[in-house]
């Protein structure tokens, strides 16, 4: 980007801000258009900063900036609206969200499909009551959603050494970088053996049906292991509270 261009109009969500200096703050941003990135928001920690009140997490903000290097320089910041406020178990399943894309995404490089997952995900949470089936569906979908666009689709509903249909009644083991293959091709010693997974479990997470609560469990441990490998031992601090309040 040039040192002289200015982006307007971009609709954008804060994942995270931290201060920088006495008065500013470091914010990463997620864009439609321009993707994971960090702007400068200058003088927003001053008590009368028109930014005070409008630079929330999970809200659709119109943002637009300029300057080159790594850090670009905020211009403005719009509240759109739209989206009541998280509180209670969807704010903490917006922070996992929201430290999913910091730590998988790289900077500058857009996903307007994700982003799209990422708005309605947020929307879906902010008007589902707590603990709803709606919480783990919409989280599948996102989750799905984000290892397609890293590059990492998942195989569903065709078996990965023999590219057979799956078939609801079969066990399967899913191989990261392959996919399901049939639970009696592994012996009990084996280390490609992975957790069992029933094929009606990967048929349904293909087409986001969650009303089997086995499902509703399979796949959630079938997201939980893939997402840990893709990040490669980071850990993830959000799930980390979210296991602590719910054993308080």
């Given at each position: 980007m040039s040192?002289?261009?200015?982006?307007?109009?971009?609709?954008a969500?804060i994942?995270?801000?931290?201060?920088?200096?006495?008065?500013?703050?470091?914010?990463?941003?997620f864009?439609?258009?321009?993707?994971?990135?960090?702007?400068?928001?200058?003088?927003?920690?001053?008590p009368?900063?028109?930014?005070?009140?409008?630079?929330?997490?999970?809200?659709?903000?119109?943002?637009?900036?300029?300057?080159?290097?790594?850090?670009?320089?905020?211009?403005?910041?719009?509240?759109?609206?739209?989206?009541?406020?998280?509180?209670?178990t969807?704010?903490?399943?917006?922070?996992?969200?929201?430290?999913?894309?910091?730590?998988?995404?790289?900077?500058e490089?857009?996903?307007?499909?994700?982003?799209?997952?990422?708005?309605?995900?947020?929307?879906?949470?902010?008007?589902?009551?707590?603990?709803?089936?709606?919480?783990?569906a919409?989280?599948?979908?996102?989750?799905?959603?984000?290892?397609?666009?890293?590059?990492?689709?998942?195989v569903?509903e065709?078996?990965?050494?023999?590219?057979e249909?799956?078939?609801?009644?079969?066990n399967?083991?899913?191989?990261?970088?392959?996919?399901?293959?049939?639970?009696?091709?592994?012996?009990?010693n084996?280390?490609?053996?992975?957790?069992?997974?029933?094929?009606?479990?990967?048929?349904?997470?293909?087409?986001n049906d969650?009303?089997?609560?086995?499902?509703?469990?399979?796949?959630?441990?079938?997201?939980?292991?893939?997402?840990?490998?893709?990040?490669?031992g980071?850990?993830?601090?959000?799930?980390?509270?979210?296991?602590?309040?719910q054993e308080?």
């Open positions: 040192g002289k261009q200015r982006i307007d109009g971009q609709v969500y994942l995270h801000s931290y201060p920088y200096s006495e008065s500013s703050l470091i914010l990463d941003v864009s439609r258009d321009h993707g994971r990135m960090p702007l400068l928001a200058r003088g927003a920690r001053r009368r900063s028109a930014l005070r009140g409008v630079l929330q997490a999970f809200q659709p903000l119109e943002m637009g900036w300029f300057g080159g290097g790594e850090v670009r320089t905020l211009a403005k910041a719009e509240w759109l609206g739209g989206t009541p406020l998280l509180g209670g969807a704010l903490m399943l917006g922070y996992y969200l929201n430290e999913l894309l910091l730590k998988l995404l790289v900077r490089d857009a996903h307007s499909a994700l982003f799209e997952a990422y708005a309605a995900t947020l929307q879906a949470l902010s008007q589902a009551e707590a603990g709803s089936e709606s919480h783990a919409r989280l599948r979908l996102f989750e799905k959603t984000l290892l397609r666009e890293l590059g990492y689709g998942l569903l065709r078996e990965a050494m023999t590219d249909a799956v078939l609801p009644d079969i399967y083991h899913y191989l990261i970088e392959s996919g399901p293959v049939k639970a009696d091709a592994f012996s009990e084996d280390p490609s053996r992975k957790q069992t997974i029933r094929g009606k479990t990967l048929l349904d997470l293909a087409r969650y009303a089997d609560p086995r499902t509703l469990a399979e796949s959630k441990a079938l997201m939980r292991m893939l997402i840990n490998h893709h990040l490669a980071q850990p993830l601090q959000s799930r980390r509270v979210f296991m602590e309040l308080l």
